[in-house]
DNA sequence: TTGTATGCGTTATCAA
DNA sequence: TTGATAACGCATACAA
């Protein structure tokens, strides 16, 4: 029922290694014999079997390298978690993960990283980039010669086999919609954001503004709140968003940072009273929004961005096909206590 | 890196085939022999490939028969594209599937159906069981010596190996919970079922009414209403519930019919007027997300159900590999306008 | 009770 | 420019 490089091989009276060299355009082919086997081959609806395949490319030992900065950064437990999938998926194809986890986001140490996986040997790699010139050019400069995937956060200045992760913008607008349908007439919003040099944070501003000034005018923006995604600053800032705007009726948490904010709210009786939408589902989030605290929190397939970053580098690797889109956005998933 | 059987034989000092004996547990070894080649081969962490097992058993040249309920109902139509996309990713491994598509509900065509997939020789089903007894029996009768599959729909009376589809019930609180958050103080909710029949349906029912009473008690349930599925019944019947009960606020649509409802709503001049929450994204639920009429959709993962269902059974064909639990819960999905 | 040969579909390395 | 052969890891039929 299956065509196989044999049976176009005896169709075509020739042997197995010309169709192979022929359907994989090696050359030394003979132009009109060329001709007849590809034509052969797409009248049958030649389809070459992957897992013979891979078999057969399993002894190049490829390595894939990652970086991941999932140290003291709970976020990126479930994107290990879907890395380690990924790994255990693609052992069969004999490709190999190195993966180096990391602290916080400094590029010169990224940088140091990139090279010591170079170093390895590896002939792909997986990272969140930051958004600083000296690793945009490096990205640039290897992705000349392995494959670089960007996961979580895009560097849009570097060439890259692709970009995984989720739609800011449109994640934003959904807060804002989910916001709007949450809220009473007459809503002041306070925002708390990471950073305003982050391009993702940044557009989930955007997208949220977008939608709360389209569809939803009641609703004002009080102020925007910058906490660095650091806890104790969080704290600090909420607190003083809630001090200098006594009207605030909903807070929107665009990225980390939830805890010491929420200790602010929590101080000041405001727990229940504000409607509150954050990102992601860290432990403090879970647990905050079991109790109510919390309304929604919108997600961004950790998991899938780990395990897709993945295999799209094997994919490559293994059969040479890039992505159909350099941007592989995964659909966010909206969550409540009820689908938590 | 990778450890394979001729290692584990080289390793043991015997041959190949030997050692396949001892880890497939196909007897006539020496118990000594065993042991020993059973110590090594965890020692070395064996761990069979795949794809090479992959390529072996191909020669069996399986064949999975499905019969899905696609015709005129468009909730299937991705359940389809789920199980094409399964189809092209098993090709490798020589297995085929045989695709049945039907209209309606009638157990006696379903009946027919699997007898002509019988016939044709398929070693697996995946279907969509109609809730009564002649089909409970005859999947039980065929579960003896080939695995069945029931997705979206499950029977509970009928041996199988597993069950692929959403959680009712907690798809129902979670319905509960959203129409909690976006209706104002005191609220009446109509709810339009497809069939007090139908287990899903009013597991649906039930989760919502669970959630509004424990934690919305200004919620009060209007009427409960029955459409079969039908557009022009679900017309006629949502027609009446907002005549009885004027004071209704909100509409909970727990299966389809929602085109004919949404037109009694719009005669009576209540579209953006009323909260309106359904399941599934049928083009006609698209279309009135976009226009704003209804508020919330809570999707199913139709995709996913058939590609899935097709892996399950692939993955047993192949590997003998059941799934973990009997019950595979795919992640409901909230949609709104802004993530349609 | 054990070992060997053959094949799954592909690629790579020879030799012709 | 072509063809034959070995190999990837496993399973199976057959031989010893």
Redesign the interface.
């Known amino acids: 029922?299956?065509v196989t490089i044999s049976k176009i091989a005896e169709l075509s009276g020739v042997s197995r290694g010309t169709v192979d060299r022929v359907l994989n355009n090696r050359g030394n082919v003979k132009p009109e014999l060329q001709e007849k086997i590809k034509n052969i081959a797409t009248e049958l609806g030649y389809?070459p079997?992957?897992?013979?395949k891979?078999?057969v490319t399993?002894k190049k030992?490829y390595l894939i390298g990652i970086i991941i900065n999932s140290v003291g950064n709970h976020f990126f437990d479930d994107v290990l978690l879907g890395i380690e999938a990924a790994k255990a998926d693609i052992?069969?194809?004999?490709i190999?993960v190195m993966i180096k986890k990391v602290k916080g986001y400094n590029a010169q140490k990224q940088l140091d990283l990139i090279d010591e996986l170079l170093a390895d040997g590896v002939n792909a790699i997986a990272l969140t980039p930051i958004n600083e010139d000296i690793i945009a050019q490096k990205l640039n400069d290897i992705s000349q010669s392995i494959p670089v995937v960007a996961f979580n956060n895009d560097i849009e200045q570097a060439h890259k086999l692709a970009f995984v992760g989720c739609d800011y913008y449109?994640?934003g607008?959904?807060a804002?919609?989910?916001m709007g349908?949450?809220t009473?007439d007459p809503c002041t919003v306070g925002i708390i954001t990471g950073s305003l040099k982050m391009l993702g944070h940044n557009k989930r501003i955007e997208g949220f503004r977008e939608?709360i000034e389209s569809e939803y005018s009641d609703i004002q923006i009080a102020d925007i709140a910058e906490n660095n995604d650091d806890e104790q600053t969080s704290y600090e800032v909420t607190q003083q968003l809630l001090i200098n705007n006594r009207d605030i009726t909903a807070l929107y948490f665009t990225a980390g940072g939830v805890e010491g904010g929420l200790r602010a709210v929590c101080e000041r009786n405001l727990a229940h009273k504000l409607k509150i939408i954050t990102f992601d589902a860290t432990p403090v989030i879970r647990s905050n929004i079991e109790k109510g605290v919390i309304?929604f929190t919108i997600c961004q397939r950790p998991y899938l961005q780990g395990y897709t970053s993945v295999k799209v580098l094997s994919d490559y690797l293994v059969s040479g096909i890039a992505p159909k889109t350099e941007n592989i956005y995964l659909?966010?998933?909206?969550k409540?206590?009820?689908?938590l």
């Open positions: 029922l299956s389809k079997n992957a897992l013979a891979a078999l399993r030992k052992s069969d194809y004999g190999h449109k994640s607008k959904t804002g919609e989910l349908k949450i009473e939608i309304d659909d966010i998933e909206i409540l206590k009820s689908n």
